[in-house]
Nanobody, 131 residues
Framework: QVQLVESGGGLVQPGGSLTLSCAASGFTSDDHAIGWFRHVPGKEREGVLCINTHDGSLYYADSAKGRFSISLDRAENTVYLQMNNLRPEDTAVYYC????????????????????????WGQGTQVTVSS
């Protein structure tokens, strides 16, 4: 049973930084995808960043480019989301999720390919950017 546990959320001022952690367990191989998504009440959940663990390939949302980065610690089975220059519009509940490949979700899918949601999800961690 795959389990994902996020941590590291909190309150940060605009322009500040925050690092979220996603501790993963239960995978039967190291060939999968770990993605970070965020959700604001009243809006659709959106993808932020994703990594395919078999080759380290990265997928970004436009909102994350230049400010957010993702890294994988294979020894600790943990994926980190480093967020810099945070803005009030980054306020959301952040989730990590896992499945086979990043490209199965619409934001990162190849045109015309079938898409679906990630299968495994953490409980989420709140990030609030406010002065």
């Amino acid at each position: 049973q795959v389990q994902l546990v996020e941590s590291g959320g909190g309150l940060v001022q605009p322009g500040g930084s925050l690092t979220l952690s996603c501790a993963a367990s239960g995978f039967t191989s190291d060939d999968h995808a770990i993605g970070w998504f965020r959700h604001v009440p009243g809006k659709e959940r959106e993808g932020v960043l994703c990594i395919n663990t078999h080759d380290g390939s990265l997928y970004y949302a436009d909102s994350a480019k230049g400010r957010f980065s993702i890294s994988l610690d294979r020894a600790e089975n943990t994926v980190y989301l480093q967020m810099n220059n945070l803005r009030p519009e980054d306020t959301a509940v952040y989730y990590c999720a896992a499945d086979a490949r990043c490209s199965i979700v619409p934001i990162w899918a190849r045109p015309g390919s079938p898409t679906r949601d990630f299968e495994y999800w953490g409980q989420g961690t709140q990030v609030t950017v406010s002065s």
